[in-house]
């Protein structure tokens, strides 16, 4: 079965820090993943398409790479505002699959 | 402006059956296709199913294929989720969200409750 890992799970960072939130497929998925940020008590909002196209109006601080079985979302500068859980989702085939999510706290 | 407003959510016993609804506005419904996402109480985020431009493909999350069935109303902008033979584990909020890949927009979400 199709495995989807994402890390850490959660993490822990101050304003100003650079942060990395990786996910890794069992499979390769060429480019099909996404990022998605998602706020306490709000809706997802994607940020990145496509492993690193960049969502119209997401801060350039967000950055995705990656392709195949390794993606990378790294988040330069952190701002107050970054404090969220971040899942990635494969799209490449069904059923898609969110990773477990990471918790990011800014202190 | 895109909009996206979920509906449909309520408290129903184990075996019941509801229907969600999910009505947009601001885009042309047609040129999408739509997906349902899922999210139980403090818990990470599932895709559920999805569906394309005009109905004739649907995609099902292997925990709800059999018992879930998605739908659209072009002539409404609405979007459809038949949920039958529920489970309290299909406890969740479901989100409704524009696209198959890459959803771009998302609806605030509506509670399902499954519980005697």
């Known amino acids: 079965a199709f495995q989807m890992t994402q890390s850490p799970p959660s993490l822990v960072a101050s304003v100003g820090d650079r942060v990395t939130i990786t996910c890794r497929t069992s499979?390769?998925?060429?480019?099909?993943l996404g990022w998605y940020q998602q706020r306490p008590g709000k809706a997802p909002k994607l940020l990145i398409s496509?492993?690193?196209n960049l969502q119209s109006g997401v801060p350039s601080r967000f950055r995705g790479s990656g392709r195949g079985t390794h993606f990378i979302l790294t988040i330069s500068s952190l701002q107050p505002e970054d404090s969220a859980t971040y899942y990635c989702?494969?799209?490449?085939?069904?059923?898609?699959?969110f990773g477990q999510g990471t918790k990011l706290e800014i202190k | 402006e895109v909009q996206i407003l979920e509906s449909g959510g309520d408290l129903v016993p184990p075996g019941g059956s509801l229907r969600l609804s999910c009505v947009t506005s601001g885009f042309t419904f047609t040129s999408y296709a739509m997906t349902w996402v899922r999210q139980a109480p403090g818990k990470g985020l599932e895709w559920a199913s999805g569906?394309?431009?005009?109905?004739?493909?649907?995609y099902y999350a292997d925990s709800v294929k059999g018992r879930f069935s998605i739908s659209r109303d072009n002539s409404k902008n609405t979007l459809y989720l038949h949920m039958n033979s529920l489970r309290p584990e299909d406890t969740a909020i479901y989100y409704c969200?524009?696209?198959?890949?890459?959803?771009?927009?998302w609806g605030q979400g509506t509670l399902v409750t499954v519980s005697s």
């Open positions: 496509a492993s690193s």
């Open positions: 989702l494969q799209d490449y085939n069904y059923p898609y699959t």
């Open positions: 969200a524009r696209g198959i890949m890459d959803f771009d927009f």
């Open positions: 569906i394309s431009h005009y109905g004739d493909n649907t």
């Open positions: 499979e390769d998925i060429r480019n099909d």
